[in-house]
Structures are given as structure tokens and as C-alpha cells.
């Protein structure tokens, strides 16, 4: 079942397919006469030729094409029979297929269908044949009665402008190398629908190969979600995702939010078309919920995506206050938790035809869509626009070109958090069969990448793999986003920690967005937008918190950062470094930026009620050792002095300098002086 509604196939099935009278000419005819000699054979064929027709004319085209390839073994110079088999193929996902049908129907009878330079214009273009696909079409029009011609023009077109635009395409310069996944990944079956962790370390996707499910009438199974993870520099031979998302039914992936956590998909079976959301809990997916009506309608909703902190979905919703076929819409969560009343992202994105399968890239900033729009090359092409962080609009779609890009329906692309890799279901002449996920490696500015041996999130399994990723001259565009990653555990257990991570605005002094930590393994991956000065809180019940400050500029490049956190129990000589408390450049003036932290260690007192705690304030050893000490100090008192004025009683509260006596790293580096430069607290009696 194919969720997506194409401007082709609209178009197409719009068009009737009329047969001429034929004049043969080298035509051969099915006609026993022909054949004396092999009487058997023709009886065979015929008997095919009748087969493919009834199938045929139930548009079961799958079969049909089974059953004239037969066919045409036995007799290869019917015109009509090899135009029906290019009208077969021209429906199947092998659309590119049906040109040298369609050439060899013309050249036997060159008036074998009313169609004919039509379905000639259509076989060139999907061939990337521009310019005899443009001779095809003005053919077509030429030919056709004028009031056909009058209802046709538009979407000729419409065409003629597509082929213009991929022969411009074609003569810029490849953005990226496209390989095919190969056999580990795609079947013969459909593979499509592909999405990842903004780590790149999983792969959920959807097939129809052959399962437990029973096939339609033409032979096709339903859809399954699978799950592929690294391991090594491969990819693992994908497994089921298994009860409760996949079901009797069809059950296609739309969406993952970048910590793999949380898992869209669509139901067909609801309404005309829903999306429901999942969540991973521990090593096992919840069962599937429907998403409210603000998003869910009567109309089709086919693909949705998180933003990297959760708090926007993007979706296609064919409702009818769109622009026209499908549009991409998006809705906000409120402080309540609530998702509120879609809005349309108005016409700079969405186009008079149909937008579909969106992705919002974890920089926050980028979106992909594809789109039978703007300028694309045929079908849907993929393309991406960035949201102006000032004023909030949508910049002019661009088109990612070739070969992300063909003259077929190219969908469901996802990117990489880095920006190295994208992702994307297409149908290449390499392809195993039907739909394949193809993975792109994206050419840049001329800057060589390199990547540590790291340990990667797993959302699907309870065990981390680790991959050394790591390719010679490979270079990126600038991606202004850091990916924090890691593992929280029981400082002395060293036992995994269900825990929530709360990031932080520390200039304005507000919760972004929340995460959690898987429950069973503990992992955690959470996207930073460059442009802000970031607080990271881990908390779980029963522990004291802990901090991690992230002060990205605009201009910070793509990173990623590995935190193992260690949470502590409430317990006597304990110490915590508060990373978010700031103050001005040599004084003890607190900056507002710390009022976030100190909230949140007031808040711990005062659900503490039998909690002191020592203040302690240290410095690098720059400087004079006196001056240190006495900023030291000041500062300590500083910080206990805003807690007073939380409300937290002046006898649950000491404060001490230590200058540069209680070093924690080297003093000879700038990275170790700027980690002597801190705050603490600690734990004096609970």
C-alpha cells in the first residue's frame, strides 16, 4: 500500500489508454495463422496474452507484466502487446523500465496508441533523456484535438519545464556519492521509509518483504518495520521490530526523534490515514498511540518529525486548507504539554501540487521534504530550506540535485547529524528490486573529517557497539550543532540510572526541552543548536543533581561530545561542581546566567529540609595567591547569599575560598585552569 499520491499518478490515470486501429505494418499479430509451425508455442502465448489482458484491465500490473513478458518471449514484434507491457512497467516502480517497450511498439506501428509520444515523452524523461523526452511531449500536443489539447497543456508543461530543470541538474556538479545499501539491508520486495539516530548508529526502516502476512491479489506483502544497528563498520542484517508495532496490518516508520526514543508510524487502518507515536522503554517498544486531533484529522496524514528537543512536529496532512495536494504543517507543545492547532508553513514550502515525507534535521534549523514542486527534475525530488533563526521564515526551497535526485519519486530522505550521510528510498538501475535505501556520502568545502572511536546509542537494544567511523577525504558542509551522548550511572554501583536530563537556556533562564536516559542501558543523546549558552541537568530520584555546561557561539561547528555521568547519593562529604554559576570577569558579581543552577540547588535544600552544605569557591593559579584566595571567597559568599534570599535558612549554608589549593586538573593548560575556575558544593550533614 502506497501512502504517498503522486502528480504522475494522478495525471496518468487520468488518461485513457485508447488502442488505435492498427495498421501493423511489421507488427506481428497473435494469430495462429502466423505460426504453423510452433502451434503449441502460440497456443501457450495466447493463452498469456489473454491472462496479461484480464489482469490488465483490473490494473493488477504486476501480474499482467508477469504474464506478457511470456508472452512477448514467444512473439517480440507486437506493437500492441509491447506498449502494454511499457504501460505495465511505466506502473510498476520500475518506471524506467518502459522506454525500450514503448521505441519498439512505435517503431512497429507507429500509430499503436493516441498516447504513444506521451508515454515516448515519459520513457526518455525517466531515462534522463531530456531533450528527446521535450521532442516527445510538443509531439504529443501537436497531435492531440483541441480540446484535449486545451485540458492537457498544463501538465505538458509542466513536464517540459521538469526536463529543462534536469538538464540543468546535470550539468552541475555532483553534491554527494549515492551507493546502493546492498543485500544486507534491500530485497527484491520494497525497502523504504529509512530513518536513523542523529549518532547514525541505528536504522529502522520499512519493507514488504515476505512475511508472515498473506500477499494481495497482486502478490505483495504488507508493510514491516525492521531494525538495522552498527556493528563494526557494518551494518547488522535487520530483525523485525516486532509485536506491538508491527501487526497483522500495514505498519510503516514515518519519524524517530534523534535518541532513537521515540518512533512515529503510520496506520492506515485509522481514519484515512494516521500517525501514531511509540516509545522505547527499557529494551521494548510501548504500544502504539494515535497523535491528538490537532495533528490526526479525517484527511490523510502520512509523515511526521520531531524537532531535535520535541517540542514541534512536522507532518503532511492532505486536509483541504492547504495549497494544494499535500502540505507540511506543524504544530507546537505548549507549556502544558498539549500540542496546539497545526499551521500551514505557508507557500514558500508548500507548493500547488504535493509536499511530502518531511524531516527536520537535529541542527533545528534545516528541514527536507520532497516536493512534485518548486523546481523539480520529475515525480518528487528532495529538497531543503533553512528557517531564518531571526525572523522565523522559510528561505527559497533548493533542490539537492543529482543523483540525490532523479526524474522518478525520490522520498523519504533523513540526514546525519554531522551532516556526513543522508538517507533516502529510491529506485535506481542498481536497485535489487522496486524501492531501495540508498545511503549518500555529501561532498562540502574542502575539510577532512575525522571522527573518534566512540561508543554509539543504541535505541533498540540494551548492549552499545562501537564503531570506528572514519573515511579519507570525505568533506561537509558547516553544521552548527553539537550532539552530547553518553551514560549515566550510580556513582558507586557504576549500575545504569534511569534519570532526567533537562537542557537549559541559561540566558533566559528556562527548561528547553527534557530527556530521558534509557532505562535499562542508561545511554542518553541529546541535539545542541549552536547560538546558546546550554545548562545539561541530570536528576533522579534519590541523588543529587548534576550539571554540564555547554556555551555555544553561532559559529560553532558540528562536534560531538561524550559524557559519562556519575550520579551521587545524598550522603555526608560529598561534592558537586556547579558548571553553570557565573560571574563577572574578576569579580564576585553574579551573572544572571546562574540563576538557573542556584534555582535548582535551592530547590534541592528545600526538599531537603536537614541538608547543610559547604559553598566552596577556587581559581587557577594565575595571579597573586592572596587575590585568589579572596575571590575565592567572595564568590562562595556571593552564591550563599542568593540562596538566603531563596528562603533557605543562613544556618544550612557555610561558605569557604580554597583559591588554588584544591586543584582538579593541570594548572598548565588553558582547559585545565578553566576547570580549576569553579563552585561547589558540598555535603556537610543530611
Given at each position: 500500500?502506497?501512502?504517498?499520491?503522486?502528480?504522475?499518478?494522478?495525471?496518468?490515470?487520468?488518461?485513457?489508454?485508447?488502442?488505435?486501429?492498427?495498421s501493423?505494418?511489421?507488427?506481428?499479430?497473435?494469430?495462429?495463422?502466423?505460426?504453423e509451425?510452433?502451434?503449441?508455442?502460440?497456443k501457450?502465448?495466447?493463452?498469456?496474452?489473454?491472462?496479461?489482458d484480464?489482469?490488465?484491465?483490473?490494473?493488477?500490473y504486476?501480474l499482467?507484466?508477469?504474464?506478457?513478458?511470456l508472452?512477448?518471449n514467444?512473439?517480440?514484434?507486437?506493437?500492441?502487446?509491447?506498449?502494454?507491457?511499457?504501460?505495465?512497467?511505466y506502473?510498476t516502480?520500475?518506471?524506467?523500465?518502459?522506454?525500450?517497450?514503448?521505441?519498439?511498439?512505435?517503431?512497429?506501428?507507429?500509430?499503436?496508441?493516441?498516447?504513444?509520444?506521451?508515454?515516448l515523452?515519459?520513457?526518455?524523461?525517466?531515462?534522463?533523456?531530456?531533450?528527446?523526452?521535450?521532442?516527445?511531449?510538443?509531439?504529443?500536443?501537436?497531435?492531440?484535438?483541441?480540446?484535449e489539447?486545451?485540458?492537457?497543456?498544463?501538465?505538458?508543461n509542466?513536464?517540459?519545464?521538469?526536463?529543462?530543470?534536469?538538464?540543468?541538474?546535470?550539468?552541475?556538479?555532483p553534491?554527494?556519492?549515492?551507493?546502493?545499501?546492498?543485500?544486507?539491508?534491500?530485497t527484491?520486495?520494497?525497502?523504504?521509509?529509512?530513518?536513523?539516530?542523529?549518532d547514525?548508529?541505528?536504522?529502522?526502516?520499512?519493507?514488504?518483504?515476505?512475511?508472515?502476512k498473506?500477499?494481495?491479489?497482486?502478490?505483495?506483502f504488507?508493510?514491516?518495520?525492521?531494525?538495522s544497528?552498527v556493528?563494526?563498520?557494518?551494518?547488522?542484517?535487520?530483525?523485525?521490530?516486532?509485536?506491538?508495532?508491527?501487526?497483522?496490518f500495514?505498519?510503516a516508520?514515518?519519524?524517530?526523534?534523534?535518541?532513537?526514543?521515540?518512533?512515529?508510524i503510520?496506520?492506515?487502518?485509522?481514519?484515512?490515514?494516521d500517525?501514531?507515536?511509540?516509545?522505547?522503554?527499557?529494551?521494548?517498544?510501548?504500544y502504539?498511540?494515535?497523535?491528538?486531533?490537532?495533528i490526526?484529522?479525517?484527511f490523510?496524514?502520512?509523515?511526521?518529525?520531531?524537532?531535535?528537543?520535541?517540542?514541534?512536529l512536522?507532518f503532511v496532512s492532505?486536509?483541504?486548507?492547504?495549497?494544494?495536494?499535500?502540505d507540511?504543517y506543524?504544530?507546537?507543545?505548549?507549556?502544558?504539554?498539549?500540542?496546539?492547532?497545526?499551521?500551514?508553513?505557508?507557500?514558500?514550502?508548500?507548493?500547488?501540487?504535493?509536499?511530502?515525507?518531511?524531516?527536520?534535521?537535529?541542527?533545528?534549523?534545516?528541514?527536507?521534504?520532497?516536493?512534485?514542486?518548486?523546481?523539480?527534475?520529475?515525480?518528487?525530488?528532495?529538497?531543503?530550506?533553512?528557517?531564518?533563526?531571526?525572523?522565523?521564515?522559510?528561505e527559497?526551497?533548493?533542490?539537492?540535485?543529482?543523483?540525490?535526485?532523479?526524474?522518478?519519486?525520490d522520498?523519504?530522505?533523513v540526514?546525519?547529524?554531522?551532516?556526513?550521510?543522508?538517507?533516502?528510498s529510491n529506485?535506481?538501475?542498481d536497485?535489487h528490486?522496486g524501492?531501495?535505501?540508498?545511503?549518500?556520502?555529501?561532498?562540502?568545502?574542502?575539510?577532512?573529517l575525522?571522527?573518534?572511536?566512540?561508543d554509539?546509542?543504541i535505541?533498540?537494544?540494551?548492549?552499545?557497539?562501537?564503531?570506528?567511523?572514519?573515511?579519507?577525504?570525505v568533506?561537509?558542509?558547516?553544521?552548527?550543532?553539537?550532539?552530547?551522548?553518553?551514560?549515566?550511572?550510580?556513582?558507586?554501583?557504576?549500575?545504569?540510572?534511569?534519570?532526567?536530563?533537562?537542557i537549559?537556556?541559561?540566558?533566559?533562564?528556562?527548561?528547553?526541552?527534557?530527556?530521558?536516559?534509557?532505562?535499562?542501558?542508561?545511554?542518553?543523546?541529546?541535539?545542541?543548536p549552536?547560538?546558546?549558552?546550554?545548562?545539561?541537568?541530570?536528576?533522579s530520584?534519590?541523588?543529587?543533581?548534576?550539571?554540564?555546561?555547554?556555551?555555544?557561539?553561532?559559529?560553532?561547528?558540528?562536534?560531538e561530545?561524550?559524557?559519562?555521568?556519575?550520579?551521587?547519593?545524598l550522603k555526608?562529604?560529598?561534592?558537586?561542581?556547579?558548571?553553570?554559576?557565573?560571574?563577572e570577569t574578576?569579580?564576585?558579581?553574579?551573572?544572571?546566567a546562574?540563576?538557573?543552577?542556584?534555582?535548582?540547588?535551592?530547590?534541592?535544600?528545600?526538599?531537603?529540609?536537614?541538608?547543610?552544605?559547604?559553598?566552596?569557591?577556587?581559581t587557577?593559579?594565575?595571579?597573586?595567591?592572596?587575590?585568589?584566595?579572596k575571590?575565592?571567597?567572595?564568590r562562595a559568599?556571593?552564591?550563599?547569599?542568593?540562596?538566603?534570599t531563596e528562603?533557605?535558612?543562613?544556618?544550612?549554608?557555610?561558605?569557604?575560598?580554597?583559591?588554588?589549593?584544591?586543584a582538579?586538573?593541570?594548572?598548565?593548560?588553558?582547559?585545565?585552569?578553566?576547570?580549576?575556575?569553579?563552585?561547589?558544593?558540598?555535603?556537610?550533614?543530611?
Amino acid at each position: 500500500m502506497n501512502r504517498y499520491i503522486s502528480f504522475t499518478t494522478i495525471f496518468v490515470g487520468c488518461l485513457i489508454f485508447g488502442l488505435t486501429s492498427q495498421s501493423f505494418g511489421q507488427s506481428v499479430p497473435f494469430d495462429k495463422s502466423q505460426f504453423e509451425t510452433n502451434r503449441e508455442g502460440f497456443k501457450l502465448a495466447n493463452s498469456k496474452l489473454k491472462e496479461g489482458d484480464s489482469n490488465f484491465d483490473k490494473t493488477l500490473y504486476t501480474l499482467a507484466l508477469d504474464a506478457y513478458l511470456l508472452a512477448q518471449n514467444f512473439n517480440p514484434n507486437n506493437a500492441e502487446l509491447n506498449y502494454k507491457i511499457g504501460i505495465c512497467y511505466y506502473e510498476t516502480s520500475s518506471k524506467f523500465k518502459c522506454l525500450d517497450y514503448f521505441k519498439k511498439a512505435y517503431e512497429l506501428d507507429r500509430q499503436v496508441a493516441t498516447d504513444i509520444h506521451l508515454m515516448l515523452g515519459r520513457g526518455f524523461h525517466l531515462n534522463q533523456d531530456f531533450k528527446n523526452a521535450i521532442i516527445e511531449y510538443k509531439a504529443y500536443l501537436a497531435a492531440i484535438e483541441e480540446a484535449e489539447k486545451e485540458e492537457m497543456t498544463p501538465a505538458i508543461n509542466k513536464y517540459v519545464n521538469e526536463c529543462y530543470n534536469g538538464i540543468e541538474y546535470l550539468t552541475a556538479p555532483p553534491k554527494a556519492f549515492m551507493e546502493n545499501m546492498g543485500v544486507t539491508i534491500n530485497t527484491t520486495y520494497n525497502e523504504h521509509s529509512p530513518l536513523i539516530t542523529a549518532d547514525e548508529s541505528v536504522l529502522v526502516f520499512t519493507s514488504t518483504r515476505e512475511n508472515n502476512k498473506k500477499p494481495d491479489e497482486d502478490g505483495q506483502f504488507d508493510e514491516d518495520i525492521y531494525v538495522s544497528q552498527v556493528q563494526g563498520k557494518q551494518w547488522t542484517f535487520p530483525n523485525t521490530i516486532g509485536e506491538p508495532i508491527n501487526t497483522q496490518f500495514n505498519d510503516a516508520t514515518v519519524g524517530l526523534s534523534p535518541d532513537g526514543q521515540m518512533l512515529l508510524i503510520y496506520n492506515g487502518n485509522r481514519g484515512n490515514g494516521d500517525i501514531e507515536i511509540c516509545a522505547f522503554e527499557g529494551d521494548q517498544w510501548n504500544y502504539p498511540r494515535p497523535l491528538p486531533a490537532e495533528i490526526n484529522t479525517e484527511f490523510r496524514e502520512t509523515s511526521a518529525c520531531f524537532s531535535p528537543d520535541g517540542n514541534h512536529l512536522y507532518f503532511v496532512s492532505d486536509r483541504p486548507e492547504g495549497f494544494g495536494g499535500s502540505d507540511i504543517y506543524v504544530s507546537t507543545k505548549n507549556k502544558k504539554g498539549k500540542w496546539e492547532k497545526a499551521k500551514n508553513l505557508g507557500p514558500i514550502i508548500n507548493t500547488e501540487f504535493n509536499e511530502e515525507t518531511v524531516f527536520m534535521h537535529p541542527d533545528g534549523r534545516t528541514l527536507y521534504f520532497s516536493s512534485e514542486g518548486h523546481r523539480s527534475m520529475g515525480g518528487f525530488d528532495i529538497f531543503t530550506s533553512q528557517r531564518n533563526e531571526t525572523t522565523g521564515t522559510w528561505e527559497e526551497p533548493e533542490n539537492l540535485g543529482f543523483p540525490v535526485n532523479s526524474p522518478d519519486d525520490d522520498l523519504c530522505f533523513v540526514l546525519s547529524a554531522n551532516g556526513r550521510h543522508g538517507y533516502s528510498s529510491n529506485i535506481r538501475s542498481d536497485s535489487h528490486g522496486g524501492y531501495d535505501i540508498y545511503k549518500m556520502t555529501f561532498l562540502g568545502p574542502e575539510k577532512p573529517l575525522m571522527l573518534s572511536n566512540e561508543d554509539y546509542l543504541i535505541a533498540v537494544r540494551a548492549n552499545p557497539v562501537s564503531q570506528m567511523a572514519m573515511e579519507e577525504n570525505v568533506t561537509l558542509k558547516t553544521i552548527r550543532l553539537t550532539i552530547v551522548k553518553g551514560l549515566v550511572t550510580d556513582g558507586l554501583t557504576n549500575n545504569p540510572v534511569a534519570a532526567q536530563i533537562d537542557i537549559v537556556d541559561n540566558e533566559k533562564n528556562e527548561v528547553i526541552f527534557t530527556s530521558h536516559t534509557n532505562s535499562t542501558t542508561g545511554n542518553f543523546l541529546v541535539s545542541l543548536p549552536s547560538g546558546k549558552n546550554y545548562g545539561l541537568i541530570v536528576k533522579s530520584d534519590g541523588y543529587l543533581f548534576h550539571s554540564e555546561n555547554f556555551n555555544l557561539p553561532p559559529a560553532t561547528e558540528y562536534q560531538e561530545i561524550s559524557k559519562d555521568i556519575a550520579l551521587n547519593n545524598l550522603k555526608k562529604d560529598v561534592k558537586i561542581i556547579l558548571k553553570n554559576v557565573f560571574f563577572e570577569t574578576g569579580s564576585s558579581n553574579l551573572r544572571p546566567a546562574s540563576y538557573a543552577e542556584l534555582g535548582r540547588l535551592s530547590k534541592l535544600l528545600t526538599d531537603n529540609p536537614d541538608l547543610r552544605i559547604e559553598i566552596s569557591g577556587h581559581t587557577d593559579n594565575q595571579g597573586n595567591k592572596t587575590a585568589n584566595l579572596k575571590l575565592s571567597e567572595e564568590r562562595a559568599k556571593s552564591v550563599v547569599d542568593f540562596l538566603i534570599t531563596e528562603g533557605i535558612a543562613s544556618n544550612r549554608l557555610e561558605f569557604k575560598g580554597y583559591g588554588f589549593e584544591q586543584a582538579i586538573a593541570d594548572n598548565a593548560t588553558e582547559e585545565g585552569r578553566a576547570l580549576n575556575r569553579r563552585v561547589e558544593f558540598k555535603v556537610l550533614s543530611n
